[in-house]
């Protein structure tokens, strides 16, 4: 897959390769399997998900400087640090579309996706869901809260009781919530099994070690449909699955949403996936958001020089023209010792003297580039 580090890794290349054909032998996420040919990002109209907003309607959830710190000791008898795992988020995601969360590994994104389902308290911020403050809610409230926003982990046979059979997994969350009787239960287990491609069949008796890996993935989406949500995070949802299983899950996720008209919080760290699946993506580095912009002008013209790596390791047939690779120098910092100013600025071909002083902020790009922000002192216009 294609990740910034890996440049001189080979078999990184290969395996984005194979995704990508992958995805466009399955098409452009429209269940009509019909193949995408030409390499480039689709248009607004065709990536935009059927049920997605118009930017001036209210969002449904709300991140608004939304933070994750730790407290670490440096070693033996060390003084203790402060690791930021994700330092001040905000996002809006609007009813209906696919915001993608992409970025390398350890970048806070999966923990900003738990503290999202509330799977995580967060040191700070606060997440509005429908213009309220989970934070506050409790009882009935916080359950109707959980039946609203569901979690998709990336290895579902690590979050599915393997004691269970594949009915009673599904079942589970409606006796958890009291929903229907026995008779209604079973039937809404055989309607997901049919609706995520598994029915008709002895699937309800079958556990979790006898099914497949992509197998094992429609089980965990379809309990989190169970309880008809509005907003769904799928967390590296087929980084685990072989390429060619890849894009059977995604284009089920893709069908789903259209159906049902769900609202994704989609986190991955392989462009090629986030590229196919989103509206618009937000992309992290060091516990920030360092770009946002829909996934046409992220793709077509990336601004941060993060971003514009991240794009440049994409092979070349996935894009309209050929650009120069940019290879990165030197490693991640850790999130407990992140760099003064601005956290890119010590692998950052185009830093100066204020990025080393001053963080920026994430802020419109220019006047004319509508809702599309960028956390860089390149674009502040003054430097």
């Not at 390398?104 to 213009?131: D, H, N, V, W, Y």
Request: aromatic share 6%.
């Amino acid at each position: 897959m294609p990740q910034v580090e890996c440049a001189s890794d080979a078999r990184a290349g290969a395996r984005a390769d194979a995704v990508a054909d992958a995805l466009a032998a399955a098409g452009a996420g429209t269940g009509t399997g019909a193949a995408r040919t030409d390499g480039d990002a689709p248009s607004s109209a065709e990536s935009r998900s059927p049920f997605a907003e118009k930017p001036q309607d209210p969002p449904l959830v709300e991140i608004e400087g939304l933070t994750k710190h730790y407290r670490t000791a440096a070693g033996f008898g060390g003084a203790k640090r402060t690791l930021r795992a994700v330092d001040g988020v905000s996002l809006a995601i609007r009813r209906g579309e696919t915001l993608g969360l992409v970025g390398e590994s350890g970048c806070g994104k999966s923990t900003t996706g738990q503290m999202a389902a509330r799977l995580l308290a967060p040191t700070g911020g606060r997440i509005l869901f429908r213009g309220t403050d989970v934070a506050g809610l409790r009882g009935r409230s916080s359950k109707e809260l959980r039946r609203s926003i569901q979690y998709v982990f990336q290895d579902p046979y690590a979050s599915l009781n393997p004691r269970l059979p594949v009915s009673r997994l599904l079942e589970e969350p409606l006796l958890i919530h009291r929903i229907g009787d026995k008779r209604e239960r079973a039937r809404r287990v055989e309607e997901m099994l049919e609706r995520i491609g598994l029915g008709g069949g002895t699937f309800g008796n079958r556990y979790t070690h006898e099914l497949s890996g992509g197998q094992r993935q429609r089980i965990g989406i379809a309990r989190a449909l169970m309880l008809e949500p509005e907003f769904l995070i799928l967390d590296e949802p087929v980084s685990a699955l072989d390429v060619s299983v890849q894009s059977q899950i995604l284009n089920l996720l893709k069908e789903l949403q259209a159906r049902l008209g769900l609202t994704y919080l989609f986190i991955s760290h392989d462009l090629n996936v986030v590229h196919y699946m989103s509206d618009r993506i937000a992309v992290m580095y060091l516990g920030k958001v360092v770009e946002l912009a829909e996934v046409r002008e992220l793709y077509e013209k990336p601004l941060h020089p993060y971003t514009q790596a991240l794009v440049s390791a994409i092979p070349a047939e996935n894009r309209r023209e050929r650009r120069e690779r940019i290879v990165l120098k030197g490693d991640i910092p850790s999130a407990s010792a992140v760099p003064s100013g601005c956290a890119f600025h010590t692998r950052c071909p185009f830093a100066f003297d204020r990025c080393r002083a001053e963080a920026p902020v994430l802020r419109p790009a220019a006047p004319h580039e509508g809702e599309r922000r960028v956390s860089c002192h390149l674009y502040s216009g003054h430097h």
